[in-house]
């Protein structure tokens, strides 16, 4: 059993930078394809980013693509999202997932197999 913890929660003005990390614990990170959602209010799970197992490839949503930057520490078992220039519609809860079965990097929540709790980003105008 994987057990993920998101941190980096903050409320930030637009136009500021923000970086989340998750901390992976209960298995083999390097093992694991992870990704980055967000929900906000009355909106469906959204795709944000994914990164391969070894780091050398990432996978971007178009809404965050250069802007947001996926990735990972396997000696740390943590995975980051550095998030630049920042938007009032960025705001939402950030999960962070794992996939262990799948080869290649998927935007489908259904592919996940771990979710952490979740980390609130709130960005004002």
């Known amino acids: 059993q994987v057990q993920l913890v998101e941190s980096g929660e903050g409320l930030v003005q637009a136009g500021s930078s923000l970086r989340l990390s998750c901390a992976a614990s209960?298995?083999?990170?390097?093992?694991?394809?992870l990704g980055w959602f967000r929900q906000a209010p009355g909106k469906e799970r959204e795709f944000v980013s994914a990164?391969?197992?070894?780091?050398?490839?990432?996978k971007y949503g178009d809404s965050v693509k250069g802007r947001f930057t996926i990735s990972r520490d396997n000696a740390k078992n943590t995975v980051y999202l550095q998030m630049n220039s920042l938007k009032p519609e960025d705001t939402a809860v950030y999960y962070c997932?794992?996939?262990?079965?799948?080869?290649?990097?998927?935007?489908?929540?259904?592919?996940?197999?771990?979710w952490g709790q979740g980390t609130q980003v709130t960005v004002s105008s």
């Open positions: 997932a794992a996939d262990f079965q799948n080869l290649l990097l998927s935007e489908y929540r259904s592919q996940y197999d771990y």
């Open positions: 209960g298995g083999t990170f390097s093992r694991y394809i």
């Open positions: 990164i391969s197992r070894s780091g050398s490839r990432t």
